[in-house]
């Protein structure tokens, strides 16, 4: 019986279990269908991302391929070339080791030994002025090879450069086109003329000895400008040995190619300029004080002297708010100078002569035994503008050039000068530098261009000389007009000067004592 009713249970039991496992079988295997096919397609997304990805590295395999055979090419020509020279101790590093040194800059010493003022280091190491990247293999492959040295241009120079910056040569210069328009009277012609026409090298020996060698090309007579070496160990104290810049008038001490206006002012005259000597100099509290001394022949370009005596100098600058944020006043600089020496019984005094060498207003006298000069100057840069003045004196004695051996009254001369730039187009106007346009007349290598940098100015100068004689005479000139910063390199410069003279009898048109005159110059430095 109880048999009976368990086969009659067993068929019920057997129709739940199927009406609940059948429909969820197939739920599962319309489940397991609808994931194979989403997963067929996202399989079909991946292979087609993945055949791209190895396109593209395909290509930039090709890519790195061919660089590293321009590289393998360029190692093996340079290898080449030194073979030629008898220079061969560089070996062409392998295609998998080779790296690309990329020249940052030189060191800039044009500055510090163009102006013939005492130097400062630059805050960049030599050493760092090349940035490559270094590893373990490449280094210990190097150790027992010879550097090679890095050639390059830096912000304005042709430069090589050893490879640990110890040894360092900068090759530039400058060219001058000017020319000179005179109205109507006793003058030179109007004419083109190449006034100047300069290279220099200069550089470093064994990282604390600087020097300089500059020749001019437009003087045929006495080409050679400045040799000197600079012992350059700190910056307090410094020695020069060579021909340079006598430490006379802030003048004559900034560089020809960095000069306001085509010409110097009439007050040059009374300066000495450069001639064979020494001298020591030094900046302290980075450059709040500024100090030069020295000895010198005193008597011109690759002259001997023609005295037991040398002539001594002594320059001081003071700049005694310059690390100050005031504006007016971080920019306020002021000195003064003093030499003294012995002349000759050949020798000549100081000529009268303007800007535009129109005329010589006053003829040098003989001069004999003691003379002095001293110099008072201002300089006052006030952001695009500068203002800059000096005063110059010089007192030449005529000992025992009189009757029956007696003195003559001396040559005194006194001048002074004043001048104002302003940089229409904003630029920072530097006190000894070139000024760099904000935008250049041409593109750029940013892709930027405008009209370069504009800059008005005016001067007035003012030279007397007596030697108590009808001789004596004095000159004053007032000069204006534009420079034309067409980039760092190349300018225009235009002067338009009225020169008027104490005696219309010497005056370029005799009885007028006013001159008008016209001085341009185009510039190109490198």
Sequence with gaps: MRFERKRSLHPFTLSVFVMFTVPAHVSAQQSSLEAAGTGQSQKEEKREVAVQEMEQLKTQVKQLQTLVEQQRRALEEIQRRLDQNGEATY???????????????????????????????????????????????????KSDEKAAPVAGWGRDHAFIRSADGGFETQIGGYGQLDFHGYQAGNHPPNSFFLRRARIALEGKLDRYFDFRIEGDFADPLTPLRDLFVNIHRIEEFQLRFGQ???????????SDGNQDFVERSLVNNLVPSRSPGLGASGVLNKGVFEYQLGAWNGKGLLAANTSGTPETALRLRFNPWKHSENFLSKGLIFGGAFTQGRAGPATLSVRGTTESRSTIFFLPDQINGKYIRANGELTWMLGPAAIRAEYDQTNQNRDNLGTNGGNLPGVVAKGYTAQLTYLLTGEEKPEVTAVTPKSNLFADSSGKQGLGAWELKVRYANLQISDSTAKSNRAGTIYFGTNWYMNRYVRYMLDLGFERFKDPLRAPQPGDKNFFVILSRVQVAF
Aim: aromatic share 4%; proline share 11%; charged share 20%.
């Design 244 to 254: 340079f810049r006598v430490p006379f008038s802030q003048e004559e001490m900034r």
């Design 91 to 141: 070996k062409p590093l392998p295609a998998s080791l080779s790296k690309t040194e990329t020249v940052v800059g030189s060191t800039d010493l044009s500055t510090e030994l163009h102006s013939d003022g005492p130097t400062q280091k630059s805050s960049t190491p030599p050493d760092k002025a090349i940035q490559s990247p270094t590893n373990s293999t490449s280094t210990a492959q």
